[in-house]
């Protein structure tokens, strides 16, 4: 007949059995999944064990009655602490932190060894007291063999303690950059952005200064520092560099970026550039993409790039990449001046500028002011309206747009967006006033070829409403009105 307590030393470990099982197959979490069937197969051996030890010969206690003694007693206590620090950890995950495993192997190692040494003890009468009396000699010369892994295992907890990174953080150790794929007891291993991977022992991480570029799921600052030669001025400098952060998609809005002069340089003025990113990854990306702009953007502006002068060649000048006779073809094509005659084709022709833009920039916007006229001497661009852009035609070289607002004033009536790198020839009104007032009839022949264009336009925008409909005749009034008066004429 058994007694009480053979009934519980049953009872108990097969409840934790069941338990354990339960939470096994309610949770989804794979590594607390692993923990629990640990936990599981240490219960079931402990049971296998109790079991061998009942049918064991009990007239005498042999070497294997204390062997299944002991290992009735381990696996039953390794059992519950496999199952007690699997369950921290896994709260721990829920909170949205990752354990490492230095955590996990120096609370396995300590749990282990206190539940280990009262068994020894109790069931095998060892004494670990006069063992570790009598080897002070060994000790010391096991520390001293032992130094650079103690080191690094202290080092490791001490950076448990201080927590500077955790798995998945893009962090900066030394000269090293990379994320966090592994943090063990000896050493800690980063993957860099070219996939190899670095291991750093952990006594130089505790040496080294750590920069951590992902920390908390926040945003990334970036720090650039722009040289500006000297004849472009703080104001106009510090509002060009603003449009082009804000022109590239991947730059946040918010932070927003800001721009400030630094220090004057030998041939430019030094400023300092923020902007903020999504992610760390970014970072690389969007510099790319801010200086590409930047580049098209110094070349419109007919800005030099700032490089030290340190000799000066004489030499012949290049050949113009776009000769008078080549701007006078482009212009005889456009619509707006196929019947001029040559004399305004060829003072407009030598009076152009190129402008140059990179692919994906734009070049105007709809409903904002402007008083320039484009001819598309190479690539190619896109042309949108409304809040969707949706885009409604292309325009490739020898086309031309923007006549509406250089002689009417009239804000940009759609977008025009370069899909490759272009270059435009620009118009601008002070060029085309001297033309107006050396052709005084032009003004009259380019108003009414720019009412016939836009009453398609018009008509298109008043089917279907009440809206009274203009005569192009009144409307080439209206519009000449607008340019004398726009003009000065």
């Given at each position: 007949?058994?007694?009480?307590?053979?009934?519980?030393?049953?009872?108990?470990?097969?409840?934790?059995?069941?338990?354990?099982?339960?939470?096994?197959?309610?949770?989804?979490?794979?590594?607390?999944?692993?923990?629990?069937?640990?936990?599981?197969?240490?219960?079931?051996?402990?049971?296998?064990?109790?079991?061998?030890?009942?049918?064991?010969?009990?007239?005498?206690?042999?070497?294997?009655?204390?062997?299944?003694?002991?290992?009735?007693?381990?696996?039953?206590?390794?059992?519950?602490?496999?199952?007690?620090?699997?369950?921290?950890?896994?709260?721990?995950?829920?909170?949205?932190?990752?354990?490492?495993?230095?955590?996990?192997?120096?609370?396995?190692?300590?749990?282990?060894?206190?539940?280990?040494?009262?068994?020894?003890?109790?069931?095998?009468?060892?004494?670990?007291?006069?063992?570790?009396?009598?080897?002070?000699?060994?000790?010391?010369?096991?520390?001293?063999?032992?130094?650079?892994?103690?080191?690094?295992?202290?080092?490791?907890?001490?950076?448990?303690?201080?927590?500077?990174?955790?798995?998945?953080?893009?962090?900066?150790?030394?000269?090293?950059?990379?994320?966090?794929?592994?943090?063990?007891?000896?050493?800690?291993?980063?993957?860099?952005r070219t996939l190899e991977l670095v291991t750093i022992p952990n006594n130089v991480v505790a040496r080294e200064s750590v920069r951590n570029h992902s920390r908390g799921g926040q945003v990334v600052a970036v720090d650039e520092r722009v040289d500006i030669v000297f004849e472009a001025p703080p104001n106009v400098a510090r509002a060009m560099l603003m449009e082009t952060l804000l022109s590239c998609p991947s730059v946040l809005k918010t932070p927003a970026?800001?721009?400030?002069?630094?220090?004057?340089?030998?041939?430019?003025?030094?400023?300092?550039?923020?902007?903020?990113?999504?992610?760390?990854?970014?970072?690389?990306?969007?510099?790319?993409?801010?200086?590409?702009?930047?580049?098209?953007?110094?070349?419109?502006?007919?800005?030099?790039?700032?490089?030290?002068?340190?000799?000066?060649?004489?030499?012949?000048?290049?050949?113009?990449?776009?000769?008078?006779?080549?701007?006078?073809?482009?212009?005889?094509?456009?619509?707006?001046?196929?019947?001029?005659?040559?004399?305004?084709?060829?003072?407009?022709?030598?009076?152009?500028?190129?402008?140059?833009?990179?692919?994906?920039?734009?070049?105007?916007?709809?409903?904002?002011?402007?008083?320039?006229?484009?001819?598309?001497?190479?690539?190619?661009?896109?042309?949108?309206?409304?809040?969707?852009?949706?885009?409604?035609?292309?325009?490739?070289?020898?086309?031309?747009?923007?006549?509406?607002?250089?002689?009417?004033?009239?804000?940009?009536?759609?977008?025009?967006?370069?899909?490759?790198?272009?270059?435009?020839?620009?118009?601008?009104?002070?060029?085309?006033?001297?033309?107006?007032?050396?052709?005084?009839?032009?003004?009259?022949?380019?108003?009414?070829?720019?009412?016939?264009?836009?009453?398609?336009?018009?008509?298109?925008?008043?089917?279907?409403?009440?809206?009274?409909?203009?005569?192009?005749?009144?409307?080439?009034?209206?519009?000449?009105?607008?340019?004398?008066?726009?003009?000065?004429?």
């Amino acid at each position: 007949m058994p007694t009480f307590v053979q009934i519980l030393s049953w009872a108990i470990p097969s409840g934790i059995l069941l338990a354990l099982m339960g939470l096994r197959a309610a949770t989804k979490s794979a590594p607390y999944r692993k923990d629990l069937q640990g936990a599981i197969g240490l219960i079931i051996a402990h049971l296998i064990f109790r079991g061998i030890l009942l049918v064991l010969p009990g007239d005498e206690i042999t070497a294997v009655h204390k062997f299944f003694a002991v290992a009735v007693r381990l696996s039953l206590a390794f059992a519950v602490l496999r199952a007690m620090v699997g369950t921290g950890l896994h709260l721990l995950r829920l909170r949205g932190y990752a354990p490492p495993n230095i955590l996990r192997n120096v609370l396995d190692f300590t749990l282990y060894t206190l539940a280990t040494l009262p068994v020894l003890k109790s069931q095998l009468a060892f004494d670990l007291t006069g063992v570790v009396a009598t080897s002070a000699v060994l000790s010391v010369v096991i520390g001293l063999a032992l130094q650079d892994t103690l080191g690094n295992l202290f080092a490791g907890l001490s950076l448990q303690l201080d927590m500077p990174f955790v798995m998945g953080d893009w962090v900066t150790i030394g000269t090293h950059t990379g994320h966090v794929v592994n943090f063990s007891w000896r050493a800690t291993r980063i993957q860099k952005r070219t996939l190899e991977l670095v291991t750093i022992p952990n006594n130089v991480v505790a040496r080294e200064s750590v920069r951590n570029h992902s920390r908390g799921g926040q945003v990334v600052a970036v720090d650039e520092r722009v040289d500006i030669v000297f004849e472009a001025p703080p104001n106009v400098a510090r509002a060009m560099l603003m449009e082009t952060l804000l022109s590239c998609p991947s730059v946040l809005k918010t932070p927003a970026p800001w721009v400030r002069a630094e220090s004057y340089q030998d041939v430019a003025v030094r400023y300092w550039v923020r902007y903020w990113v999504a992610e760390y990854l970014d970072c690389e990306m969007v510099r790319d993409e801010f200086y590409s702009r930047l580049w098209y953007r110094l070349r419109r502006e007919g800005l030099e790039f700032p490089y030290p002068r340190r000799s000066v060649q004489m030499r012949e000048p290049a050949p113009a990449a776009w000769p008078v006779e080549a701007r006078a073809a482009l212009l005889r094509g456009a619509e707006l001046f196929r019947d001029q005659p040559a004399e305004v084709i060829d003072a407009l022709a030598s009076g152009l500028r190129a402008r140059e833009w990179g692919a994906g920039e734009r070049v105007v916007k709809e409903g904002a002011p402007g008083d320039t006229f484009y001819v598309v001497a190479r690539g190619r661009l896109s042309v949108s309206i409304g809040p969707g852009a949706q885009v409604v035609g292309h325009l490739n070289p020898g086309d031309c747009f923007g006549e509406a607002s250089l002689l009417t004033d009239a804000p940009r009536s759609a977008n025009v967006d370069a899909l490759e790198d272009v270059v435009l020839f620009e118009i601008d009104r002070p060029l085309f006033r001297r033309i107006l007032v050396a052709q005084p009839t032009l003004a009259k022949q380019l108003s009414e070829l720019l009412a016939a264009r836009e009453a398609p336009r018009e008509q298109l925008a008043s089917d279907g409403s009440s809206a009274k409909k203009v005569h192009p005749r009144q409307e080439a009034e209206h519009i000449f009105s607008r340019l004398r008066h726009l003009f000065s004429l």
